[in-house]
């Protein structure tokens, strides 16, 4: 059965559904005939859902209403068991839409952590595409596997992607020759990776990095100008803040979501290419920077001058 099947439809024996109570909190589980789900507020068969559509409301023994739908990815994510910290879906997006994937695109993805990413570049290169992941530790690899398989499940049980393959080693050390489309690398150094990447990146071809900090940012983005097989680098962060809309009482929520990385993405150029020098407006006054530096003891002290004289007038003390 396919993915689309699988998300359409009235509710299935097998489907993933996602059970919202009265105060907005989740549960998500698989259907299965003759099974009942319990909470604290009761319970009721998994049978009351089956054969019934999307966005029904079925009650616990307990009076408890549930709204029923299907998980969205990004619902899915949010709650899927954890080793490495997840990518979250606003910066998924970003780079499922920055990076160009597309269905049949061929992606090595370095850093699975907990799986959350894989699914959505499985989502977007489809059956006829090929994400090749790499990770570092096997305990993180177990967790994304069954993450992985968990969301492309099929009748209920968990099933492999046919478009994944997942290798457990250092991506240097392991990386294959095949050529791909597009590189993703969600690691702590991934700088240490620009050259092997590199070699197998098409012309043309995007390579994208999330990485946490500025000094990551930085080194990343250096690392890549100096390699010479890359074209300028172009770095960003992403930032949601909900709003709170009622009646006319319309205004930003308190909370948001700020900063969780850096993305950096650059495109790979032909073998061979010579890319001119970069060419960048200088900021004002650098021309002048030997000028300043001379003049800097002298500016601070006229400056303290005038401070120490305005603190006087004040007071009225000056002569």
């Known amino acids: 059965m396919s993915e689309t099947e699988q998300r359409q439809g009235l509710f299935k024996a097998g489907d993933l559904v996602q059970l919202t109570d009265t105060k907005g909190r989740h549960h998500t589980f698989p259907l299965q005939p003759g099974k009942q789900f319990h909470t604290h507020k009761g319970?009721?068969?998994?049978?009351?859902?089956?054969?019934?559509?999307?966005?029904s409301l079925v009650r616990s023994t307990g009076g408890m209403d549930y709204l029923a739908l299907r998980p969205l990815l990004s619902d899915y994510v949010l709650s899927m068991p954890r080793g490495a910290a997840v990518v979250y879906p606003k910066d998924a997006a970003q780079i499922v839409a920055m990076a160009d994937l597309f269905p049949g695109a061929r992606v090595l993805e370095a850093g699975v952590g907990s799986g959350a990413l894989t699914c959505s570049l499985l989502r977007a290169v489809g059956d006829t595409g090929a994400v090749h992941s790499y990770e570092?530790?096997?305990?993180?690899?177990?967790?994304?596997?069954?993450n992985v398989r968990s969301f492309f499940c099929t009748k209920g049980e968990p099933q492999a992607h046919p478009?994944?393959?997942?290798?457990?080693?250092?991506?240097?050390?392991?990386?294959?020759?095949?050529e791909v489309d597009r590189v993703v690398l969600d690691m702590l150094a991934p700088w240490e990776c620009i050259d092997s990447v590199a070699k197998v990146l098409v012309p043309g071809g995007?390579?994208?990095?999330?990485?946490?900090?500025?000094?990551?940012?930085?080194?990343t983005v250096e690392a890549m100008r100096e390699h010479g097989r890359f074209a300028e680098p172009t770095s960003w962060e992403t930032m949601i803040r909900t709003w709170h809309v009622e009646g006319l009482a319309v205004r930003p929520d308190h909370r948001m979501i700020g900063h969780t990385g850096f993305l950096v993405t650059a495109r790979r150029i032909a073998d061979g290419v010579e890319l001119p020098p970069r060419r960048r407006r200088p900021a004002k006054g650098i021309d002048a920077e030997d000028a300043w530096q001379s003049q800097s003891v002298t500016d601070d002290r006229e400056a303290q001058t005038l401070a120490r004289e305005a603190r006087m007038a004040r007071r009225g003390n000056l002569p």
Request: charged share 25%; aromatic share 10%.
């Open 43 to 55: 319970y009721f068969g998994h049978d009351e859902l089956i054969g019934q559509p999307e966005g």
């Open 136 to 146: 570092r530790r096997e305990d993180f690899a177990v967790i994304a596997e069954g």
């Open 163 to 178: 478009a994944w393959d997942l290798t457990v080693g250092d991506l240097v050390a392991s990386i294959r020759s095949e």
């Open 206 to 219: 995007v390579l994208i990095c999330y990485v946490a900090t500025t000094t990551q940012l930085s080194r």
